[in-house]
């Protein structure tokens, strides 16, 4: 299976397998003008299996949403063809209007204008709750 | 500006500094009397509720000060759609501090975002009422003479049951704690109340079913009512709310100087029976509850520079 290498953009590695759609949801890459391939299922020495995403654009990428997702994947920044940045991720103390909470009493399903702040509430098993009314995400 | 959303927003320190204030003003009533002269309380409750607002509305008469309530949610702009950011900052225009119930788990903190003045959480739905910890803690202190070296067993509903998850978060702070959570399966304490509270400090617990033979170890038995209005399904909740009644035979197994506590309101899980019985101390905890308040309302009005 082929796909270019890319220019100017970014390449998102060494994502858990399986995990590669998440990212690519909730990072909005959905909505971009540019080329984007989602590869899964890639063999790997180190984990299996991963997942790849390549961007070919030159964007800023909400890295905390990579690290809620995945703390162990890697964002390779490619210019002129040539790797110039690899940036190691960790999870995010904070996640802000990444994710919503699924908690019907949660003062946030009747109050949309309020922000989705969730907070790192257990590093270990990489729960996140929700500020506001502490559920744990989902 | 200082708010209490939490009990873990207290210290054990101003915990014990709150406990050592109430005592004083039950032994000294007129010291305090005129304390508050001036200022106002608002109590913006938008769910139905009598204790707690009579409890804080009577504790800022007794400081000497004066209350603006919003009883019904009904006729107030909330029902209009107004945000509970718009209804804290509005009111802080009014009063120097605010008493707030509301149905929506994390509304408090909303509230104390954005209000000028300190927010009291009066409970937030199944989150979080601190003010009843409170009264609980002084309950146990006043009972008892200590925080440490107890056995408290906790009965009903450990799942929702608010006032059990902030017992268990401000016990957990003290030596030769031991916790006994008699509940339904269906109801059994959070994991992550049981992970963060109790097994992180390993503190020793006992999971079970059944309240008879937990009985004789226990110095506090703390009952809770199953809450309809924390159900989405009628039918558990029928199923599930007798599972524990409290009957003075199950008491005969009980140390004599066992403490029985309950928040109020009850339904039918301890008969009427008991009332009498010099270990109940239900009604004690009212009282406290209003003691307690009326610390916590100093402090927060001494610590915002309003007295």
């Known amino acids: 299976m082929n796909i270019d290498s890319i220019q100017n953009g970014v390449v998102i590695d060494h994502i858990a397998a399986g995990c590669g759609m998440k990212l690519f949801n909730l990072l909005g890459l959905d909505g971009l003008d540019a080329s984007v391939a989602i590869i899964k299922n890639?063999?790997?020495?180190?984990?299996?299996?991963?997942?790849?995403?390549?961007?070919?654009?030159?964007?800023?990428?909400?890295?905390d949403v990579i690290g809620y997702v995945d703390p162990d994947a890697t964002v390779n920044i490619i210019k002129n063809g040539v790797l110039t940045e690899k940036m190691s991720i960790d999870?995010?103390?904070?996640?802000?209007?990444?994710?919503?909470?699924?908690?019907?009493?949660?003062?946030?399903?009747?109050?949309?204008?309020l922000d989705q702040i969730?907070?790192?509430?257990?590093?270990?098993?990489?729960?996140?709750?929700?500020?506001?009314?502490?559920?744990?995400?989902? | 500006m200082r708010s209490v959303i939490d009990i873990v927003d207290l210290t054990t320190e101003e915990l014990d500094g709150l406990i050592k204030t109430a005592i004083d003003i039950i032994d000294n009533p007129k010291k305090y009397s005129e304390i508050c002269h001036g200022k106002k309380l608002a109590t913006l409750f938008f769910e139905p509720s009598t204790r707690t607002r009579m409890s804080f509305e009577a504790a800022m008469y007794e400081l000497g000060?004066?209350?603006?309530?919003?009883?019904?949610?009904?006729?107030?702009?909330?029902?209009?759609?107004?945000?509970?950011?718009?209804?804290?900052?509005?009111?802080?225009?009014?009063?120097?501090?605010?008493?707030?119930?509301?149905?929506?788990?994390?509304a408090a903190f909303v509230a104390a975002k954005a209000a000028s003045i300190p927010v009291i959480n009066a409970g937030d739905g199944g989150h979080c009422h601190p003010t009843q910890t409170l009264a609980d803690l002084l309950t146990i202190y006043r009972e008892k003479?200590?925080?440490?070296?107890?056995?408290?067993?906790?009965?009903?509903?450990?799942?929702?049951?608010r006032t059990v998850h902030s017992l268990i978060n401000a016990l957990s702070r003290y030596e030769g704690i031991k916790f006994v959570l008699i509940s339904p399966d269906e109801l059994k304490l959070p994991s992550y109340v049981k992970r963060d509270?109790?097994?992180?400090?390993?503190?020793?617990?006992?999971?079970?079913?059944?309240?008879?033979?937990?009985?004789?170890?226990?110095?506090?038995?703390?009952?809770?009512?199953?809450?309809?209005?924390?159900f989405f399904n009628e039918e558990d909740y029928l199923r599930l709310k007798?599972?524990?009644?409290?009957?003075?035979?199950?008491?005969?197994?009980?140390?004599?100087?066992?403490?029985?506590?309950h928040p109020l309101p009850r339904v039918n899980e301890i008969s009427i029976a008991i009332d009498d019985d010099p270990r109940a101390c239900y009604f004690k905890q009212v009282l406290n509850g209003k003691y307690m308040r009326m610390a916590l309302i100093l402090k927060l009005l001494k610590e915002a520079g309003t007295i």
Not at chain 2, 94 to 99: K, L, P, Q
Not at chain 2, 242 to 261: F, G, Q, R, V
């Open chain 1, 42 to 63: 890639v063999q790997s020495k180190k984990m299996g299996k991963k997942d790849i995403i390549k961007i070919d654009a030159d964007i800023d990428l909400n890295l």
């Open chain 1, 118 to 138: 969730f907070r790192l509430s257990d590093r270990a098993n990489k729960e996140y709750r929700c500020l506001y009314c502490e559920t744990k995400a989902k």
């Open chain 1, 91 to 113: 999870m995010p103390e904070t996640l802000v209007n990444v994710i919503k909470c699924k908690n019907p009493r949660c003062i946030t399903s009747c109050e949309q204008e």
């Open chain 2, 65 to 106: 000060g004066n209350v603006i309530s919003m009883t019904d949610a009904a006729s107030s702009s909330a029902s209009k759609g107004e945000s509970v950011s718009d209804t804290a900052k509005t009111v802080s225009c009014y009063a120097d501090i605010i008493a707030m119930r509301h149905p929506k788990e994390g």
């Open chain 2, 197 to 230: 509270s109790i097994k992180a400090k390993n503190i020793p617990y006992v999971q079970t079913t059944d309240l008879e033979s937990a009985m004789p170890e226990l110095d506090i038995l703390y009952m809770t009512r199953v809450q309809r209005e924390r």
């Open chain 2, 242 to 261: 007798d599972s524990y009644i409290l009957t003075p035979d199950k008491l005969k197994n009980a140390k004599n100087e066992l403490s029985i506590m």
């Open chain 2, 145 to 161: 003479g200590r925080f440490n070296n107890l056995t408290v067993g906790l009965c009903g509903d450990l799942k929702f049951g």
